[in-house]
């Protein structure tokens, strides 16, 4: 990232694993959408099996972060990307 996060800024972990720093694994983003995609999450039952973290498991959150992403079109900068750019 290269800079300090800014007040309004998070860490999320996209595979739900709060232990997995690798870069492709963390987005920057606010807090206010932080929330919300929480609460989709939630919502999409994505919570209740993080107790078994098979790989199918994980497949399947990182394909719900990136669907509200998509329909929301929330800003992220994704720390693993080739250029670390913003969405």
Do not use: C
């Amino acid at each position: 990232l290269e800079r300090k996060l800014l007040s309004d800024e998070v860490v999320h972990h996209v595979d739900g694993n709060t232990k997995n720093n690798t870069l492709s694994n963390l987005w920057v983003m606010n807090r206010v959408d932080h929330g919300k995609l929480h609460l989709f999450l939630r919502q999409s039952k994505m919570f209740w099996i993080k107790d078994n973290p098979t790989k199918y498991w994980k497949d399947e959150i990182v394909n719900k972060n990136n669907e509200f992403v998509e329909q929301t079109n929330t800003k992220i900068i994704r720390m693993g990307s080739p250029t670390a750019g913003d969405k």
